[in-house]
């Protein structure tokens, strides 16, 4: 398999109304993901340049109606545009609630809220509602369920050798009879292998750098095996 065959952003997929877009998904630069339907608007792991992506392809009426934030961890290709992104909501005059799915014990997210709300919470046009997630319970907004699962990620610790594990989650969105699976960051793991199976859509990292690089991320052919499963899958994550 040659990795640039992955790596034709933005990657679309649709059944009906039910609509994906993945304008990016590039390990420690950035993820940026938009899932609606008729009724939904929700992003995915909005990590640097997602304001612009959605700026110049849906605009700011469609941007406003982002009901949902999921987060799959913290690290910073991941998360790295929620700050640009709850701003312009707030400059924009959004009203409704915003709701942000994040993984119990990410202290990124928790951070970058509570510097958010010291410095906006004056002029803040709209109420943000922080939603840890523990467990596998199922999420319903607007006509569509999430079912999160715990997925096996990781990150160096101080001295670069050793690793820990990351409070990292995956997603399958169901509606309409359909699923897409955004399996996040992680090594090959049973929950993912079970989430992807029969799932309309799976969406798999395949960031490892090398066959000793599994502990953090999966190969391509890892992550190709998992995607097998499904109807249809993408390999994202793939390092440039
Ligand atoms: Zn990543
Ligand atoms: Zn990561």
Known sequence: MNKNDFQKYPLIWRKDDFFIKIYASIPNIATGILITTDRATFIVDPGDGILRDLNKDVGAVTILKVSDIFISHGHHDHVGGVWSLLTYLSVMGKKSQLNIFYPKGCKEIESIYSAFIKVYKRELSYKINLKPIDGAKIIRRSSVSIKPFKVNHREHADDGKITSPVPSLGFKFIYDGKSICYGGDTAYCTSLVKNAAGSDLAIIE??????????????LSQAAEIGKTAGEYFLVHVPE
């Open 206 to 219: 395949a960031g490892a750098e090398n066959e000793a690089g599994t502990e953090l991320h999966m190969t």
